[in-house]
């Protein structure tokens, strides 16, 4: 079975960190392009970073910028991202998503997605 799995989520304390987890199985994640994107409530689902096949491009929301880092570990198939410094307008449900092809932020061009995980930023 093809699939994305993230892990990582959590509640933290706003400054805290978490670092998330996008594994897949059942095809090579290296030769995808994996973005991860969030959903705030109440708001559209919007993209927060990328990382090319090669893993030597980078991408991020400018809301994110130098908080947020997108790493890919080829030997576990698995993308992370960490985040630090967060706020409470990071708590979203953060989705992975997987592209034959180079970071997009059209979300039809994804050909495997996540279920997505819980990060909770509050006091």
């Known amino acids: 079975q093809l699939q994305l799995a993230e892990s990582g989520g959590g509640l933290v304390q706003p400054g805290g960190s978490l670092r998330l987890s996008c594994a897949a199985s059942?095809?090579?994640?290296?030769?995808?392009?994996t973005s991860w994107f969030r959903q705030a409530p109440g708001k559209e689902r919007e993209g927060v970073s990328c990382?090319?096949?090669?893993?030597?491009?980078?991408n991020y929301a400018d809301s994110v910028r130098g908080r947020f880092t997108v790493s890919r570990d080829n030997a576990k198939n698995t993308v992370y991202l960490h985040m630090n410094s967060l706020n409470p307008e990071d708590t979203a449900v953060y989705y992975c998503?997987?592209?034959?092809?180079?970071?997009?932020?059209?979300?039809?061009?994804?050909?495997?997605w996540g279920q997505g995980t819980q990060g909770t930023v509050s006091s």
């Open positions: 059942g095809f090579t994640l290296h030769y995808y392009a």
């Open positions: 990382i090319s096949s090669s893993g030597d491009r980078l």
């Open positions: 998503a997987a592209a034959f092809g180079p970071c997009s932020v059209r979300e039809d061009e994804y050909d495997y």
